[in-house]
């Protein structure tokens, strides 16, 4: 078991942005996670990341209680992330900001460097290395949060919505690339709207709504599970499903 | 730009043989000081982000203990310089611990406050002069207590200093702090998700800034013989340390000196225009150079220039050409 | 008694550092903004206030209106010119942007009216007045009570009015404020107007106590950071309660240690503060 998650509840005040949500992964799987909006996707991922501390549960990643230690330390541990609004390093190169995550692992600059060209390559960006990042519209922003944070050699990503926003033509670049790092040794949690792409790659989904998790399982048997459907068209169309 | 650096360090080398007269040497010896000490703010407010509108308490510790030492012990000033070092840096923990996890308003706001304190305290404090200050040897009585008559020595010196200075802020741009640093100030969140360790390393890079800041106000003391509360921890101290860096670039590495070679010369002339009003007028030309940066070009002359000279290359160019369509 | 006199004459200066802090909390609250010219604008009321006496002639009422009004006024031009377009950049350019301000504004004032310390000349509000064994003077009771008022005042206008839900609501969340047909842009200038307007007045009712220079300012602002993090981020009505605890703070600094210290326990108790209890009493760091 490389990532469980148990009995994870976030509050914010009095709004329970996630209740009881329970995740367990497997190394070398590639888990989907769906959900209308604000069903408490991204809150869960971020207690996933260390990004915000679970208010109940437990998060523990390779034998290790991760549940309060910080982002910093998740990342070290082996759990890399992108973010649902690309992040990048604006003022800085696509090199440069490989580079911040190739010296995770790497505090020699050359050392870093191999990696990064490395990591360039394997992610077709390597012409862009000298440009800016906020040159990059945001296909080309989001490949670049997924080569930075390769770069820091994870276990497992955690991609938001990696996938949102691109044409058809790149987003079948981009499942190849998701494809490509997974053969690479890489456990994914994929979060994503794309049904497409959740059927294509996650071998294992876990949908949620209004903070619970209310469905498991295979793509094809929770994209015909009653509470899934009603979960994103309301309760009218049930009737029309069957 | 590797010619320009050599250039400017032939330059600098040779100036006060050029220009021998002591006023200019007086003018190149304030260049030199405010570009260390605005080079040292660079290290924490330009590279980092980390915005320290108080960083004269560093300066003013370095100025004070050379000449603190000197009166209550007889030792020469320069022994004093370690133990300013010493307590600009437990000031920088003191300050960057508790603020470096909140957010940067935080340590902003309490570079401040720490600054206006230790300048009220040191104001009411006879141990270390009040406010009369404190003075340095009047004559040398040895070597070690750099008592130069010419301020040709002192020239050589600061640059000398200047030069280590920038040397291992070049360093520090291509190590792995170096990147981390401008990680932190281009987004922390995204710094944390790839294991940056944000606050360890904002303190040392003011831990960084603090030494060398320090070092900077006790090379002043030695060198002017005199300091008190106001010329060592005065808010001027620290607004032209911001100003300069980032009117020639905060976070390059020869932006404060671009912003020290704009500065000095106009701050001056102006002193010279307006005589007793200078001072004064000149905070209001600080106070509006620096609305104006923030307002217009936050990266300063670097920035501006890296914009305007591609244009100005195509523009020589289509003159060079003009039957060019 | 003495010492209740200390302490009733620090709550009612605190009274006046809460409505001037009041405006600091509400900008940062909903801009995550720090106005370091803050101070500047309680100077500028001082000024106002003078000069509405001196050229005018009027009252307490007139001179306070003037200060509140122009400097409402100033601090929408403000937002507008400078603060609006440095919002959407790095945070060099805003904290340096009020700073620079600040250096603008108070070295301005130095020019205009040199570093003689002025007063207000004596107003109807004169004399003292004893409650039951405490002297206070007039001028700093009334000041002490219609900041107190005023502070309230603005909380009440925060929260329950509909323009005070606006803005509230722009600070929980700009882009449900838009949907909803509010203008960020619009709540956002008048923010700052109440903000600049309130330290405006409270200078004016301070000038009617204190005698003041250009050089107030930065106490001022150093002042407010302490009072709206001991408040609490955001918060008014913490603001409120730190600013009375600030005052009672510094008037029984003063008393037991001598004025000198006065502002140096402050900041003090500013570091401390960052250290072991930033959120302050209401609010989360």
């Not at chain 1, 942005?17 to 070398?28: F, H, I, K, N, P």
């Not at chain 2, 980092?48 to 000197?70: E, I």
């Not at chain 2, 360093?171 to 944000?198: C, D, H, N, T």
């Not at chain 3, 003037?66 to 400078?82: D, P, T």
Request: aromatic residues 10%; hydrophobic residues 55%.
């Amino acid at each position: 078991m490389l990532l469980e998650a148990t009995n994870i509840s976030k509050a914010f005040g009095d709004f329970q942005a996630v209740a009881g949500a329970d995740l367990r992964v497997e190394e070398g799987e590639i888990v989907g996670l769906i959900g209308p909006n604000g069903a408490g996707k991204s809150t869960f991922f971020n207690c996933l990341a260390g990004d915000l501390t679970p208010t109940t549960g437990r998060v523990s990643f390779a034998g290790a209680e991760l549940t309060h230690v910080s982002a910093e330390a998740h990342a070290r541990a082996g759990i890399g992330r992108t973010f649902q609004v690309p992040a990048t390093f604006e003022d800085m190169t696509v090199f440069e900001n490989v580079m911040v995550g190739a010296f995770l692992r790497h505090s020699r600059r050359d050392d870093a460097r191999d990696r990064t060209l490395s990591v360039l390559d394997m992610t077709g960006l390597q012409q862009f290395a000298d440009q800016p990042a906020r040159r990059l519209g945001t296909p080309g922003r989001k490949r670049l949060e997924i080569a930075r944070v390769l770069a820091t050699e994870p276990r497992l990503m955690l991609l938001d919505e990696a996938l949102a926003g691109l044409t058809p033509a790149e987003i079948q670049q981009a499942i190849a690339l998701v494809r490509a790092i997974h053969a690479s040794g890489v456990t994914l949690v994929i979060v994503e709207h794309i049904m497409e792409v959740i059927m294509t790659l996650a071998v294992r989904v876990v949908v949620f709504n209004h903070g619970r998790v209310i469905a498991r399982g295979k793509p094809e048997e929770v994209v015909r599970d009653q509470a899934v459907i009603e979960a994103y068209l309301g309760r009218r169309h049930r009737a029309d499903a069957r | 730009m590797k010619w320009a650096s050599l250039v400017l360090s032939a330059a600098l080398l040779a100036y006060p043989l050029l220009l021998p007269d002591p006023f200019y040497l007086d003018v190149g010896l304030s260049f030199l000081l405010v570009a260390l000490s605005a080079s040292a703010w660079n290290i924490v407010g330009g590279y980092a982000g980390q915005v320290s509108v108080g960083h004269g308490m560093f300066f003013g510790v370095g100025a004070y203990a050379p000449l603190l030492v000197f009166n209550l012990w007889g030792a020469p000033p320069v022994a004093g310089v370690p133990l300013g070092i010493i307590i600009s840096l437990i000031l920088a923990v003191g300050v960057g611990t508790p603020t470096f996890r909140l957010q940067g308003h935080y340590f902003s706001m309490a570079t401040i406050a720490v600054a206006e304190l230790i300048r009220i305290l040191v104001g009411t404090w006879p141990l270390v002069g009040a406010a009369i200050g404190l003075q340095g040897p009047a004559v040398g009585r040895a070597w070690w207590d750099l008592t130069f008559r010419s301020e040709l020595p002192y020239y050589y010196l600061f640059l000398a200093v200047l030069a280590l200075l920038l040397l291992i802020t070049q360093q520090v741009e291509r190590s792995r702090f170096g990147y981390y640093l401008r990680a932190i100030k281009s987004g922390e969140r995204a710094a944390r998700s790839l294991g940056v360790p944000v606050q360890r390393t904002k303190l040392y890079a003011l831990m960084l800034s603090a030494v060398f800041t320090s070092l900077a106000g006790s090379l002043y003391a030695i060198k002017t013989g005199f300091v008190d509360p106001e010329s060592g921890f005065g808010l001027l101290i620290s607004v032209q340390m911001v100003i300069i860096a980032a009117l020639g670039g905060a976070g390059t590495l020869y932006g404060p000196l671009v912003g020290a070679l704009v500065l000095i010369p106009l701050q001056t002339a102006t002193n010279d225009w307006l005589g007793g009003g200078g001072t004064g007028l000149t905070y209001i030309l600080y106070g509006g150079i620096i609305v104006l940066l923030a307002r217009f070009e936050p990266g300063g002359l670097h920035e501006l220039w890296y914009a305007v000279a591609p244009k100005l290359k195509r523009r020589l160019q289509r003159k060079e050409r003009p039957h060019a369509a | 008694m003495l010492l209740a006199q200390v302490i009733v004459g620090g709550l009612l200066l605190g009274a006046i550092y809460a409505l001037f802090s009041a405006g600091l909390t509400l900008i940062w609250g909903m801009m995550n903004f720090i106005n370091f010219a803050h101070g500047e604008f309680v100077m500028l009321g001082m000024y106002v206030a003078l000069l509405t006496v001196l050229w005018v002639h009027g009252g307490p009422a007139v001179f306070t209106l003037a200060a509140a009004l122009l400097l409402f006024l100033a601090g929408v031009v403000v937002y507008f010119a400078l603060v609006r377009h440095v919002l959407r950049g790095p945070m060099l350019a805003q904290i340096l942007s009020t700073f620079g301000l600040a250096l603008l504004l108070r070295y301005t004032a130095f020019w205009i009216f040199s570093a003689n310390v002025v007063s207000l000349p004596q107003t109807s509000l004169s004399g003292v007045v004893n409650l039951g064994g405490i002297f206070m003077p007039l001028p700093h009771l009334v000041a002490g009570l219609a900041a107190a008022a005023l502070t309230l005042a603005l909380h009440v206008l925060l929260t329950r009015t509909s323009i005070g839900s606006r803005l509230l609501a722009v600070a929980e969340d700009r882009r449900a404020a838009m949907l909803m047909g509010i203008r960020p842009d619009r709540m956002q200038a008048i923010a700052w107007g109440l903000a600049a307007g309130s330290a405006g007045l409270a200078g004016a009712l301070m000038a009617t106590a204190y005698p003041w220079s250009p050089s107030v300012g930065e106490t001022f602002v150093l002042t407010a950071f302490v009072v709206v993090t001991l408040g609490g981020f955001g918060s008014v009505l913490g603001a409120m309660l730190a600013g009375l605890i600030i005052g009672i703070i510094q008037a029984l600094s003063a008393f037991y240690l001598g004025a000198i210290y006065k502002d140096v326990v402050v900041y003090a108790l500013f570091v401390a503060l960052l250290w072991f209890r930033p959120q302050g009493l209401m609010g989360k760091a």
